[in-house]
T-cell receptor, first 114, second 114 residues
Framework: AQSVTQLDSQVPVFEEAPVELRCNYSSSVSVYLFWYVQYPNQGLQLLLK??????LVESINGFEAEFNKSQTSFHLRKPSVHISDTAEYFCAVSETGTASKLTFGTGTRLQVTL | NAGVTQTPKFQVLKTGQSMTLQCAQDMNHNSMYWYRQDPGMGLRLIYYSASEGTTDKGEVPNGYNVSRLNKREFSLRLESAAPSQTSVYFC?????????????FGQGTRLTVV
């Protein structure tokens, strides 16, 4: 079984400031790692994923996450946030080779203000 | 391309009533999932179907039943609704091979049981 911990339930940040959303996981088997974003009153959208290979993965809108196996972490970062990044962010894991059953963290609400 | 479609979007039930949440995907995906989202708890897997004709319990299956009607459709039934089932329900699907690792989500059904 896996578990995901997102320690920060809310992260307030000013526009154009950098941000880091923390994610730690626990698993006895190899996993895939994901970050999903949920805008108000919408479903979840995949932001980025780590399957294998380079430990640094990037999204098309400037977010990046680094897989750290020794620390069992997959923190999400952005060097300069925009108002439009205000949303809830979920870290998730799934066992490799499964049908993508996801185990989610409890989410981090990113609130960007002027 | 509609992706994953859920109906209804909103529903209010009285305790003890029954209802079925409908989900359909048009991406020819093999696997489908039902999650519930509650404040501070992230998303939790209720049931999933790895392929047409199979269903399995997830983390929180009590009080629910599912039917994989065909490859496209996966329904969730509440036989006797309880206030504890007040939640936002998300259906998701994922495909074979490289697409297997990414889950696509519907817009959600907001259910209130009074």
């Amino acid at each position: 079984a896996q578990s995901v911990t997102q320690l920060d339930s809310q992260v307030p940040v000013f526009e154009e400031a950098p941000v880091e959303l923390r994610c730690n996981y626990s698993s006895s088997v190899s996993v895939y790692l994901f970050w999903y974003v949920q805008y108000p009153n919408q479903g979840l959208q995949l932001l980025l994923k780590y399957l294998s290979g380079s430990t640094l993965v990037e999204s098309i809108n400037g977010f990046e996450a680094e897989f750290n196996k020794s620390q069992t972490s997959f923190h999400l970062r952005k060097p300069s946030v925009h108002i439009s990044d205000t949303a809830e962010y979920f870290c998730a894991v799934s066992e490799t080779g499964t049908a993508s059953k996801l185990t989610f963290g409890t989410g981090t609400r990113l609130q960007v203000t002027l | 391309n509609a992706g994953v479609t859920q109906t209804p979007k909103f529903q209010v039930l009285k305790t003890g009533q029954s209802m079925t949440l409908q989900c359909a995907q048009d991406m020819n995906h093999n696997s489908m999932y039902w999650y519930r989202q509650d404040p501070g708890m992230g998303l939790r897997l209720i049931y999933y179907s790895a392929s047409e004709g199979t269903t399995d319990k997830g983390e929180v299956p009590n009080g629910y039943n599912v039917s994989r009607l065909n490859k496209r459709e996966f329904s969730l039934r509440l036989e006797s609704a309880a206030p504890s089932q007040t939640s936002v329900y998300f259906c998701a699907s994922s495909g074979p091979d490289r697409a297997r690792t990414e889950a696509f989500f519907g817009q959600g059904t907001r259910l209130t049981v009074v």
